[in-house]
Nanobody, 129 residues
Framework: QVQLVESGGGLVQPGGSLRLACVVS????????IGWFRQAPGKERGGVAC????????FYAESVKGRFTISRDSAKNTVYLQMHNLKPEDTGVYYC??????????????????????WGQGTQVTVSS
């Protein structure tokens, strides 16, 4: 059974950077994709970026394109989310999760969140001046 543990969150000023890490264990072919999601208080959880674990393809929400980069280090069983030029609206709890890819068009990701059944505990990202 896949297990995921996030780390790297914190408090940053607008325009700052953070790198989140998700250590993945027990990944199987039943789940093709590792995704990053975020949820702010009072808002729905939404997809941020994902990577197809075997193939390495990456996809992003439109709101983070050009600012965030998802990558993997297979030797460390870790998926990273490098975030640059952070904005206050990026604030939230960031989760990584394993599931199916969902739908993509070009480089844009449209996940089906209910299909993701394995989640990490979350890490808080706060962007504030």
């Amino acid at each position: 059974q896949v297990q995921l543990v996030e780390s790297g969150g914190g408090l940053v000023q607008p325009g700052g950077s953070l790198r989140l890490a998700c250590v993945v264990s027990g990944f199987t072919s039943d789940y093709s994709t590792i995704g990053w999601f975020r949820q702010a208080p009072g808002k729905e959880r939404g997809g941020v970026a994902c990577i197809r674990h075997r193939e390495g393809d990456t996809f992003y929400a439109e709101s983070v394109k050009g600012r965030f980069t998802i990558s993997r280090d297979s030797a460390k069983n870790t998926v990273y989310l490098q975030m640059h030029n952070l904005k206050p609206e990026d604030t939230g709890v960031y989760y990584c999760a394993a599931g199916p890819l969902g739908t993509v068009y070009g480089s844009t990701w449209f996940p089906v969140i209910t299909q993701y059944k394995h989640w990490g505990q979350g890490t808080q990202v706060t962007v504030s001046s």
